[in-house]
């Protein structure tokens, strides 16, 4: 079985190349693809859940403060890496993936003008199938200061990083 069938159980068992760091509420991972560098995923820890309704209070609200650090933690380190960082995107959807997850984007200045300004569900859909934009040996100094930021975060919120 491919990590990419099962994202969630294939995190829980150390099989998910992605992960950058465990949370309490779920797995921080940077994305399969990077057209926008930087692009990062929270994926809930309990797999069978499909909504955040579905989710007890205690776990949804976990859940959304670990998507702000995960974000906050993303911003930090492509300020840092691109001077036309411009602001981070949240998204929570589930439209395509029936698991509890949420889209953590860095937008740039330098997107296409016709883009910058609107969702990044509008970029063409050949951008996440291109190898191009593959997640790749290129990107793993950018992962490492994200995985760095993340845990400088928690540390500071006494928030607990498993693993």
Same mark, same amino acid.
């Given at each position: 079985?491919?990590?990419?069938?099962?994202? +969630?159980?294939?995190? &829980? @068992?150390?099989?998910?190349?992605?992960?950058?760091?465990?949370?309490?509420?779920?797995?921080? /991972? +940077?994305?399969? /693809?990077?057209?926008?560098?930087?692009?990062c995923v929270l994926l809930g820890r309990d797999p069978e859940a499909r909504a955040l309704?579905?989710?007890? @209070?205690?776990? @949804? #609200?976990?859940?959304?403060?670990? /998507?702000? !650090?995960? &974000?906050?933690? /993303?911003? *930090?380190?492509?300020?840092?890496?691109?001077?036309?960082?411009? *602001?981070?995107?949240?998204? +929570?959807?589930?439209?395509?993936?029936?698991? #509890? $997850?949420? $889209? #953590?984007? %860095? *937008?740039?200045?330098?997107? %296409?003008?016709?883009?910058?300004?609107?969702? #990044?569900? !509008?970029?063409?859909?050949?951008?996440?199938?291109?190898?191009?934009?593959? !997640?790749?040996? *290129? $990107?793993?100094?950018?992962r490492a200061v994200i995985t760095e930021r993340l845990r400088e975060l928690a540390d500071a919120d006494t928030v607990r +990083?498993?693993?």
């Amino acid at each position: 079985m491919d990590w990419r069938d099962d994202r +969630i159980r294939s995190a &829980a @068992r150390g099989e998910n190349p992605t992960v950058l760091a465990e949370l309490e509420s779920g797995y921080a /991972v +940077i994305g399969d /693809v990077q057209f926008l560098p930087g692009y990062c995923v929270l994926l809930g820890r309990d797999p069978e859940a499909r909504a955040l309704a579905e989710m007890p @209070r205690k776990d @949804r #609200v976990q859940f959304l403060s670990d /998507v702000d !650090l995960l &974000a906050t933690a /993303v911003e *930090r380190a492509c300020r840092d890496a691109d001077p036309l960082f411009r *602001r981070m995107n949240i998204d +929570i959807l589930g439209n395509a993936d029936a698991f #509890v $997850h949420a $889209h #953590v984007w %860095p *937008r740039y200045d330098w997107e %296409p003008p016709e883009l910058v300004r609107k969702p #990044v569900w !509008l970029y063409d859909p050949a951008s996440w199938s291109d190898p191009a934009f593959a !997640l790749g040996d *290129r $990107h793993d100094d950018l992962r490492a200061v994200i995985t760095e930021r993340l845990r400088e975060l928690a540390d500071a919120d006494t928030v607990r +990083i498993f693993g």
